[in-house]
Each structure stands twice: as C-alpha cells, then as structure tokens.
C-alpha cells in the first residue's frame, strides 16, 4: 500500500457498524454538554470523506455536515484554519447557529452561505486538512481516512477527469498537501481510522472497516 511519507500503515482491521463508530466518536468526549460534538473527518482527495460524512450524518438525523472545501473556495488550500475556528468552529462552541459567508464568496458573487442549524447533536467536519494542530482546542474526536493512494488517485481522476487543468490542478495541490499532511500527521491525531476505499469486505450501508489509530 502506498501511503503518505511518515504514514505509518495501520492493521487490525474490523468491521463496525456505523452506529457503533458513532457512539465510540461520542464516548471520545463524554463531558460535552450545551453544544453539538464536533467530529473531524480528514484523509486525501478521493478517500471516500464526503460519502462517509453523509452516511454519519444520516445515522444521527439531528447533525449536519460541514465542508471544509466552501471555506476554502477560492482562498487557499489549506491556509484556512483560522477562518474556519472563528467562523463556524467557535459559534458552535457556544451553542449558537452558524450562518457564513466566506469572503471570496462575496468577492466572487456565490450565492448563499454556510449554514447549521442550532441544536444539532453533532457536526461531521470534512475535508482534506481538518485534523490539524491550530484547530484541536475545537474537535471532540476525528476520524482519519486510510487508503492506497494509487487507488485513491485513481478515484480522483474517474471523479473530476483528466483535463489539462485538472493536472495542473492537481499538481498544485499536491505541492501543498504532502508537505501539510507530513508537518501535521493527522493519521496520529486521529480517535479512529476508517479504511479508504476499504477491501475487507462489509456491508457498505451499514458497516465501516475501521481500526484504531496507528500513531506516528
């Protein structure tokens, strides 16, 4: 399996079934009172992060999801921890409804805005990025997506083509992301980690293959 520099492969794969990976991501921070749990969800393009984040939230139906790629829209990469913390991280820290809008959604007229609602049980926070040291005051617990990252390429060309743009996109954001992933190492932050695309075989509604952390 091809991993990121310094990914240590994890082993000891199992299957649980989502609701089962729920409450361990509960029970990660069991004081948690008068605001919804804050749950990360990290790994590389083409990991499978939006489809499990979706699959999160409709196993707890008071919860909402949180894309980390509308904070980033036409910002930066990864320069975004900041925005996202005094944004959306610390209003939902004190309980409050989040409604956002980024300044390069203003700048570059995008309709509508980053909304959750107040309430909410949990929030599922994805994209590539999240579990990072600056933010770890704001995450409850995180899931860190393992996968081959051949395949996980693969994947990303079938999901948004092969153009020339799309390369140079690509390659761009690859000379940022190798080095952030390897300065933060999320896979050793993580409360668990979620095979992505796993190859044990499991039922994909209902079950997730799942380990615990591997450490650095």
């Known amino acids: 399996m091809r991993l990121h520099p310094g990914e240590t492969e994890a082993v000891g794969w199992r299957v649980m079934t989502v609701l089962d990976a729920v409450r361990q991501l509960r029970d990660a921070s069991p004081d948690v009172t008068g605001r919804p749990r804050v749950i990360a969800i990290d790994g590389r393009g083409g990991a499978g992060k939006t489809t499990l984040a979706e699959r999160l939230r409709e196993a707890v139906p008071n919860s909402a999801v949180v894309h980390?790629?509308?904070?980033?829209?036409?910002?930066?990469?990864?320069?975004?921890?900041?925005?996202?913390?005094?944004?959306?991280?610390?209003?939902?820290?004190?309980?409050?409804?989040?409604?956002?809008?980024?300044?390069?959604?203003?700048?570059?007229?995008?309709?509508?805005?980053?909304?959750?609602?107040a309430g909410a049980d949990f929030i599922w926070v994805e994209g590539t990025g999240v579990i990072r040291e600056e933010l770890t005051p704001w995450l409850d617990a995180s899931v860190w997506m393992q996968g081959d990252l051949d395949e996980q390429e693969r994947l990303l060309t079938v999901r948004d083509g092969?153009?020339?743009?799309?390369?140079?996109?690509?390659?761009?954001?690859?000379?940022?992301?190798?080095?952030?992933?390897?300065?933060?190492?999320?896979?050793?932050?993580?409360?668990?980690?979620?095979?992505?695309?796993?190859?044990?075989?499991?039922?994909?509604?209902?079950?997730?293959?799942v380990t615990p952390p591997a450490g650095p």
Not at 93 to 100: L, Q, T
Not at 177 to 204: K, N, S, Y
Request: hydrophobic residues 40%; charged residues 25%; proline residues 10%.
């Open 162 to 209: 092969d153009s020339p743009e799309q390369l140079e996109h690509v390659a761009n954001w690859l000379s940022e992301e190798l080095p952030f992933v390897l300065r933060e190492q999320p896979w050793a932050r993580a409360t668990m980690i979620v095979a992505g695309p796993p190859q044990i075989d499991h039922d994909p509604d209902t079950e997730l293959v």
């Open 68 to 117: 980390t790629d509308d904070v980033a829209w036409n910002h930066a990469y990864f320069d975004w921890g900041a925005v996202l913390a005094e944004n959306i991280l610390h209003p939902l820290h004190r309980g409050e409804a989040v409604d956002f809008r980024p300044d390069a959604w203003i700048t570059h007229d995008r309709p509508g805005s980053i909304t959750v609602p």
